[in-house]
């Protein structure tokens, strides 16, 4: 793309918004200076916190916004009565061509639901999915779904491996992404019925991915391959135990080194390699989930995230603004079936 970037911040978004808001698209106006920034919200809090940040004020418009949707809010109550609120003005300035993509670390289940009816999906494309990226033992790799549908048919596996292969390319730069498929085992003959359906398709696809076939829970971490696709239920379970199991290990660690005065010892004298560790699984440092395949960008933050975690999800929007990311998509998917090209609708593959 060419020219500056404009990118819409619902923010009151998030638990600590709108000052963590301000704070992460400063970080981000370093990191990325040819980016502009719409800032839905309550002026008389957005304002004179701008008002410490010359250089971004001097990049940013500020539209006033009455409501806010309340982080335990239900999606069919935002959907009826938060056409005012920041996260909707967010949206609606992709559907209107005023920014390029959005951002907002508020209520996830409101921002997908406002993002789908306002955004609507992309040709060929018959439910949107949430992908993010994590650490592992190779690098990082892409998952998806996260947690927007709990079941899914063969169709919907499929549209998820060219998305996240896209997502990858655009997000971590890799030119052929490997993309597995979550099972219950590595051999042809398990799991459901949809998922080996979605296999012999993969498997056949002329894109520019590479398909490894099944693999397990055990197989994410290590980093067999750069995309794993499965459904959002499965998606999320995988997501939060993955989690749960590292905030164990790291409390488990903090109690032993506490134990005796030769752990504290061990400990100053590993603190180097602690640090090292704790940056390269820091949380703040993978935040920025997508909603694939939309026709409009929009990155969702984890709401109890900090300024540098909210900076990270803005850079993710950068990066698949940039990249082109949703032109990839449609180009892909034009390939895989030709009745999705311009000017089509949503079609089965």
């Known amino acids: 793309m060419s020219g500056r970037l404009t990118i819409a911040l619902d923010a009151m978004g998030g638990d600590h918004a709108p000052d963590m808001v301000v ?11 040819g980016v502009d920034y719409l800032l839905f919200g309550d002026e008389q809090r957005i304002v004179p916190l701008l008002a410490n940040h010359p ?3 001097d990049i940013t418009t500020v539209i006033h916004t009455p409501d806010f949707v309340a982080a335990d809010a239900k999606p069919s109550v935002a959907l009826r009565g938060g056409r005012n609120s920041s996260m909707r003005r ?34 060929g494309i018959d439910r949107p999915a949430i992908a993010s ?19 899914c048919d063969a ?5 998820f491996a060219v998305m996240g292969a896209a997502f990858a390319r655009s997000v971590l730069g890799l030119e052929q992404p490997t993309v597995g498929l979550l099972n219950v085992g590595s051999e042809e003959q398990k799991g459901h019925e949809p998922i080996r359906e979605a296999a012999a398709r993969l ?8 398909f490894e076939g099944f693999i397990e829970g055990n197989d994410i971490g290590a980093g067999k391959v750069d995309v794993v696709v499965t459904d959002g239920f499965t998606g999320n379970v995988a997501l ?16 032993t080194f506490q134990s005796s005065f030769l752990a504290r010892v061990g400990y100053v004298l590993a603190r180097s390699a602690f640090a090292k560790l704790k940056a390269r699984t820091d949380p703040r440092r993978y935040n920025g989930a997508m909603f694939l395949g939309l026709r409009g960008i929009c990155v969702k933050s984890h709401g109890g995230t900090d300024a540098v975690g909210f900076a990270n999800a803005i850079c993710v929007a950068y990066d698949l603004a940039v990249q082109g990311f949703n032109d ?17 609708e949503t079609v089965t593959v």
């Open 55 to 57: 250089a971004l004020r």
């Open 328 to 344: 990839r998509v449609k180009e892909e998917m034009s390939h895989l079936h030709p009745a999705s090209g311009p000017g089509s």
């Open 203 to 210: 498997r056949v696809l002329d894109l520019p991915l590479r």
């Open 23 to 33: 704070a992460g698209a400063e970080l981000a106006r370093v990191r990325h200076p």
């Open 155 to 159: 169709d919907n596996l499929v549209q």
């Open 133 to 151: 990226f994590f650490p592992t033992l190779r690098g990082e790799s892409v998952m998806l779904d996260l947690g927007a549908n709990l079941e």
């Open 90 to 123: 967010a949206i609606d300035a992709v559907h209107d061509g005023r920014a390029g993509v959005v951002v907002s670390a508020g209520n996830t289940g409101a921002l997908m639901a406002m993002a789908k009816i306002v955004l609507k999906t992309l040709p």
């Open 240 to 255: 939060k135990t993955a989690e749960g199991t590292a905030k164990f290990f790291s409390e488990l660690l903090r109690r």
